[in-house]
């Protein structure tokens, strides 16, 4: 099993582009969640789906969307990026309320 | 909304040698969970070890263990003769609906 795989793993974006980062899961995990990573504030939860057709809004879900089209994959997409967005972001995957696993990440640099 | 507190952003222990993190939450809920993620510099996700609130019992996993102080909202990891290969970032974590993080614990282990 791969678990919980993150694409790109690097990216760097000019002022006001778009981009969509893919998440894909092989666990059969009902909830998936996007997190972002800035130095010093640990993780913070940007959007969650408990289940395929299903999303809401986390912590710091502004200037981001998703969507679940399928159960294992879960798309966050950035409509006109900003430099307040640069950070590396975090997928992961859960059966229900137990743990998460996490993906490697995803370093995003808005110039 | 529940804050997950590390009042230690650095810690140091010598191998071998035991090492407790610190960890305080605040909730108005009786059943969550609460996990300790290690993040080596490769950036990695790794759950380290699992509590859930309506147990009593410590959980303990090889060389790391817990004190769970439910009243106190107190939830520290003990890691027990340290190695060099537990040098990382530390995040405490806690959950019931949604996941909050720790802005975690810098653990370096002097040889």
């Known amino acids: 099993n791969a678990g919980v795989t993150q694409t790109p793993k690097f990216r760097v974006l000019k002022t006001g582009q778009s981009m969509t980062l893919l998440c894909a899961q092989d666990m059969n995990h009902e909830y998936m969640y996007w997190y972002r990573q800035d130095p010093g504030m640990g993780l913070r939860l940007i959007h969650y789906?408990?289940?395929?057709?299903?999303?809401a809004k986390g912590e710091v879900p502004d200037g981001y969307n998703v969507s679940r089209l399928k159960k294992q994959n879960f798309l966050l997409g950035l409509e006109s990026a900003a430099p307040s967005q640069t950070s590396v972001y975090f997928c992961?995957?859960?059966?229900?309320?137990?743990?998460?696993?996490f993906g490697p990440g995803t370093r995003l640099t808005v110039t | 909304a529940q804050t997950v507190t590390q009042s230690q952003p650095e810690m140091s222990v010598q191998e071998a040698e035991t090492v407790t993190l610190s960890c305080t939450y605040d909730?108005?809920?009786?059943?969550?969970?609460l996990f300790w993620y290690k993040q080596p510099p490769s950036r990695q996700m790794i759950l380290v070890i699992r509590q859930e609130a309506y147990k009593q019992q410590n959980a303990t996993e090889n060389r790391f263990s817990v004190n769970f102080q439910k009243a106190a909202k107190s939830f520290s990891l003990k890691i027990s003769d340290s190695q060099l290969g537990d040098a990382a970032m530390y995040f405490c974590a806690y959950r019931d609906n949604d996941m909050r993080f720790g802005a975690g614990t810098r653990l370096t282990v002097k040889p």
């Open positions: 789906s408990v289940g395929e057709g299903t999303t």
């Open positions: 992961a995957s859960s059966y229900v309320r137990y743990e998460q696993y």
């Open positions: 909730t108005s809920e009786s059943d969550y969970y």
